[in-house]
């Protein structure tokens, strides 16, 4: 529908009915120096002039020719039934489905993501679903301190650096105390006070920890602490043991692999799965499924929603407003296409191709591996001079791999490594080969 704005007598009879003799008077309340006049925009284009301009300008975006850059946000293959499916008008022009007899065919695909989730990671129920894997990431705690009714987590080293920082603000809005600790010392820093101790597994370094005995010695030292593990890219999940087999209490993942884009770093998928008798505090949505009153028909519903709009602001757990919908579904669709099999099949390429790569710049001389664990599709390398490597990748139309100095000034010269089923064999030898320039 077009937008029609007011004419001056509509103007003059809404300001005459509530007493005001300009519309400048509604803004008195806003100090003069900020105050914006005009807008020193340019004038509007036509159609065929626009179209010009946005061509001219996606021009100045660059497509490599392959990634070995990760770090949170992954290339993976798509299937083509997913952008077909999320670009239908009825699932892409969605929003909430508040009313549920007008929202049947989005709520019945929300309940299956729902789903979906908890059989893969083998966690009671999953919710539907948050904003990106780092504010899913504060929530859960925000959400344990409310459980256990303690404000204080530990955060074990290895987290997504960007995900600490998020968990930074939200605990300082919460009044929530927050500690980062070693893997070797953790267990002594874990109190009466201590609500959760958060894990990331793979670690933000590729490192794949054993988490079932991590797991052991947290519930040794105090049993009522909550476990939330943390996860950047949940395709490891068609390999490695669920978060429900090792006793998690909070699940955690980017779903961005889950059939998502990298685009310009997003959008990403909160995924967020928990045990059941956490139900009740759960952020976000839980759409479930029930029958007809006087009938046998089926149907679908918002179950449970705790957020502060919809009910007691002293009792929301989140005030998150979004859910994330269409990127639900994008990964629903992933998996389905996927199947049992296939997400099994991407992982054991992963796993391969990134151990391949890691075995080739081991045996160049300057290289040399820092993970002391098995890794997944990320591994960190010691590099003779990372500025290099990454400029001559850039030459070569490779995305280079992430500088970890970026993050951590102390790991100079060091670069952490993501391959995935779509690097080529030729793709990696092409890399392979601009490691050993940098030796020369």
């Known amino acids: ?18 007493g005001v003799d300009s519309v400048d008077q509604l803004f008195e309340d806003i100090p003069k120096d900020l105050r914006i006049d005009k807008l020193d925009i340019p004038e509007g284009l036509s159609e065929p002039e626009l179209l010009h ?17 990760g770090a949170g946000c992954y290339y993976h293959y798509i299937p083509s039934l997913v952008d077909f499916i999320i670009s239908r008008s009825e699932f892409y022009t969605s929003y909430t489905p508040y009313q549920a007899e007008a929202s049947q065919g ?44 303690r404000d204080k987590v530990l955060l ?11 968990a930074r603000t939200y605990c300082w809005g919460h ?11 953790f267990s002594t820093k874990i109190d009466d006070q201590t609500a959760a101790i ?14 079932s005995s991590f797991v052991n010695k947290i519930r040794e030292s105090n049993s009522k602490c909550l476990i939330i593990q943390v996860m950047t890219d949940p395709t490891c999940l068609g390999i490695l043991k669920a978060p429900g087999e090792c006793d998690i209490d909070i699940f955690i993942a980017e779903g961005q692999s889950f059939g998502m884009h990298p685009s310009f770093g997003g959008p990403g998928l909160g995924i967020f799965a928990t045990k059941k008798r956490f139900m009740r505090k759960i952020p976000g949505r839980l759409v479930g499924k029930t029958t007809e009153i006087n009938g046998e028909g089926t149907g679908f519903l918002l179950t449970l929603q705790a957020r502060e ?12 407003c979004t859910n994330q919908a269409l990127c639900m579904l994008s990964a629903l669709i992933y998996l389905l296409s996927m199947g049992k099999y296939g997400l099994k099949e991407i992982a054991a390429q992963n796993i391969q191709k990134a151990y391949f790569l890691k075995d080739r710049l081991s045996k160049i001389d300057g290289f040399k591996p820092l993970n002391k664990n098995p890794t997944y599709n990320e591994f960190t390398m010691k590099v003779p001079n990372a500025d290099y490597l990454i400029q001559q990748c850039e030459e070569k139309n490779i995305l280079a791999p992430l500088k970890l100095s970026k ?4 790991r100079d010269d060091q670069v952490l490594i993501c391959v995935t089923e779509l690097n080529s064999h030729e793709d990696i030898e092409n890399f392979i080969q601009i490691a050993k320039e940098t030796t020369k």
């Open 156 to 166: 074990l080293e290895g987290i997504h650096p960007e995900y600490v920082e998020v």
């Open 309 to 320: 709009q919809h009910i007691r602001r002293e009792k929301a757990i989140s005030n998150i």
């Open 407 to 410: 993050y951590f000034p102390e």
């Open 106 to 149: 989005f709520l019945q695909a929300i309940y299956e993501y729902q789903t979906a989730i908890s059989r893969l990671t083998h966690m009671d129920i999953s919710n539907a679903s948050m904003y990106d894997g780092s504010t899913a990431m504060a929530e859960a705690i925000i959400m344990a301190s409310a459980v256990t009714r």
């Open 175 to 185: 009044n929530i105390e927050y500690e980062i600790v070693s893997i070797e010392d």
């Open 198 to 211: 958060v894990i990331q597994n793979p670690l933000f370094f590729g490192d794949i920890l054993d988490l």
């Open 53 to 69: 301009e946005l061509t001219e300008l996606s021009r100045k975006n660059r497509t490599y020719s392959s990634s070995f850059l």
């Open 1 to 18: 529908m077009d937008f029609v704005p007011h004419d001056e007598k509509t103007v003059y009879e809404l300001l005459n009915a509530i």
